[in-house]
């Protein structure tokens, strides 16, 4: 019976993992709504529950698993790249964008001030969306879809999978999600996904550069150089429209300049890499049966 249970969650286990991290950070996000929110967004944590539960349940190495977040030694240009390159491209191009479609000066003078406060909301995006999320998507699930199709469908399909799970936020009118709406949303979920399997990928499946990714990604949102308060509940809907049509552009690139496989890599990280066991491997208790057969 355990093998048997063992080989199912082998089988599916990717499709359990979007569907265990769909309904536990649905349920806290329930919660949450009915009494009160929390000071940190508990519902974040969806992903790595449900991953450190199926890696253990289909007989993982969790310590494996984990250590993919301590995968540091990688080449300096990305370091550079995530915490400086990235940030400033993607912050000018989207600002670009939005004064070329709204006509709308910027203030560059409200800057300075806002970057002490954007160190302070990366530290915080790091150990929340960035560690709750990427061991998750990236960690677990980037590398089992990658033994069956290419990097690029795995992205797509994570991306979709990414943004549903972000839809109890749609109904906070206070979120950046109510503020952007679905459509916005999803090309912004597939285009992100491009970009962070890119980036695992060629680090070698480094978790933690995925992670420091996903908390700059999300940090950008206080750094535009326009005037107001730092609100996401109050940020210009066409700055979220000229964001995913850079982040449009960036994937295409990735994908024209790296093809499918999205890696600067010859290799990439598979299901055996993040400390799981893949489907069609048979668990030790039936190899012990099938031996004394």
Do not use: C
């Amino acid at each position: 019976m355990k093998a048997d249970f063992q080989a199912f969650t082998r089988s599916h286990q990717v499709a359990l993992f979007f569907v265990l991290t769909i309904a536990v950070s649905w349920t806290i996000y329930g919660v949450e709504f009915v009494v009160g929110p929390p000071p940190i967004a508990l519902g974040v944590f969806g992903p790595v529950l449900a991953a450190a539960f199926l890696t253990w349940v289909t007989g993982g190495n969790l310590r494996q698993w984990v250590g993919q977040l301590f995968i540091w030694r990688v080449n300096g240009r990305w370091y550079l790249f995530v915490l400086v390159g990235f940030p400033i491209i993607f912050i000018g191009g989207s600002t670009a964008i939005y004064v070329a479609l709204t006509g709308d000066t910027i203030a560059p003078g409200v800057l300075p001030e806002r970057v002490w406060i954007a160190l302070f909301f990366l530290a915080f995006q790091i150990l929340t969306a960035g560690l709750g999320e990427e061991l998750g998507w990236r960690g677990f699930a980037l590398p089992r879809l990658q033994d069956q199709y290419n990097a690029l469908t795995a992205s797509l399909v994570i991306g979709f999978f990414w943004a549903l799970w972000h839809l109890p936020l749609f109904f906070q009118p206070d979120s950046y999600q109510a503020q952007m709406g679905p459509v916005i949303y999803l090309i912004e979920g597939f285009t992100l996904s491009v970009l962070f399997t890119w980036v695992y990928n060629s680090t070698g499946g480094s978790v933690l550069i995925a992670a420091l990714l996903h908390g700059v990604f999300n940090t950008t949102l206080v750094l535009y150089p326009h005037e107001g308060e730092l609100d996401i509940a109050e940020f210009p809907y066409l700055m979220g429209v000229s964001r995913s049509v850079l982040m449009l552009v960036i994937a295409v690139l990735i994908v024209a300049v790296y093809g499918r496989k999205l890696t600067t890599r010859e290799s990439i990280p598979d299901t055996e890499h993040a400390g799981g066991v893949p489907a069609n491997q048979s668990s030790r208790s039936e190899v012990e049966t099938d031996g004394r057969q």
